[in-house]
């Protein structure tokens, strides 16, 4: 279990914010280390940040510059229309141009997986490696016209306090974690104060919205490695999901890691040994 100190540390790793304009929206994104290391590019999940990775790009910054972006919608970064995985991928080249950044290696949670498999495939030239962390990019035949997409609309809950906010954060899907530390530090930047009170930041119109692909052929198709990172308790990345994903990305054995212990949220849930396994995969790839 994560304490105190431990997470202390973490936040006090010196990092920056900063924005840039895509489409006349801004968009927010934190960094750490120094720009000449290689680039570890962190993408978020579904009503997430990139405050979710605080206590996780911290570990890397002695070797890698790493960027985590809130894509649009979410964070910090200003809300749109409508939203799309193309409109996501053109953020992601937009940071990477505005950082000078020629190649990274992707590190994509849950619904930033196919956001990021379908920048990695439209610039292939600017991925080094994309690892997957519990992210459903294909769907098996059996299971295609399901769609978990209802369950995550959401209409905004108005609170009257930061603290009553904290208090009411879910995880989504729902999940038990056992580093409540760490659920709270996400909680406190997941709300933003507006003249009625507390609401989340995130847009409750993104899955009303949001428009995607089939990414069947870029799985296939891929130039540079892809990796499956997932956890052994997820309650969305089965073994079906996992052995359809490999087979169709042709992904060897070598390039799956499981997490014990760990749920969807496999960072939150066990947090030292992801970041012992996410580096393990980026010395394979140096």
Not at 94 to 118: K, R, W, Y
Request: charged share 20%.
């Amino acid at each position: 279990m994560i304490d105190q100190n431990w997470l202390d540390k973490c936040l006090a790793t010196e990092s920056s914010s900063s924005s840039i304009s895509v489409d006349e929206t801004l968009i927010n994104y934190k960094t750490w280390g120094n720009p000449s290391n290689p680039i570890i590019f962190l993408v978020h999940g579904y009503s997430a940040n990139s405050n979710w990775w605080d206590f996780i790009a911290p570990h890397f910054c002695d070797n890698y510059y790493v960027v985590a972006i809130d894509l649009s919608g979410m964070g910090d970064s200003d809300h749109r229309d409508s939203y799309s995985q193309d409109l996501y991928s053109k953020e992601i080249l937009s940071l990477c141009d505005e950082l000078g950044l020629e190649t990274i290696n992707l590190v994509a949670h849950s619904m930033g997986g196919p956001i990021s498999l379908n920048f990695s495939d439209q610039h292939k030239n600017r991925v080094n490696s994309l690892i997957l962390i519990d992210s459903i990019v294909v769907m098996p035949p059996n299971k295609i016209g399901s769609s978990r997409r209802g369950s995550m609309v959401r209409h905004d809950v108005v609170y009257d306090s930061m603290e009553e906010a904290i208090q009411s954060f879910r995880l989504i899907p729902p999940q038990p974690c056992k580093n409540q530390i760490l659920v709270d530090h996400i909680a406190k930047h997941s709300y933003k104060e507006t003249d009625g009170g507390y609401i989340l930041k995130s847009d409750g119109k993104i899955m009303r919205t949001y428009t995607h692909k089939d990414l069947t052929d870029p799985l296939m198709n891929s130039s540079y490695p892809i990796y499956l990172v997932y956890g052994l308790m997820s309650q969305i990345f089965n073994q079906e999901i996992l052995d359809f994903t490999s087979y169709v990305g042709n992904i060897p054995e070598e390039r799956i890691v499981s997490i014990p212990g760990g749920m969807h949220h496999l960072f939150i849930d066990e947090p030292i040994i992801f970041i012992e396994k996410l580096k393990d995969i980026l010395d394979q790839e140096k």
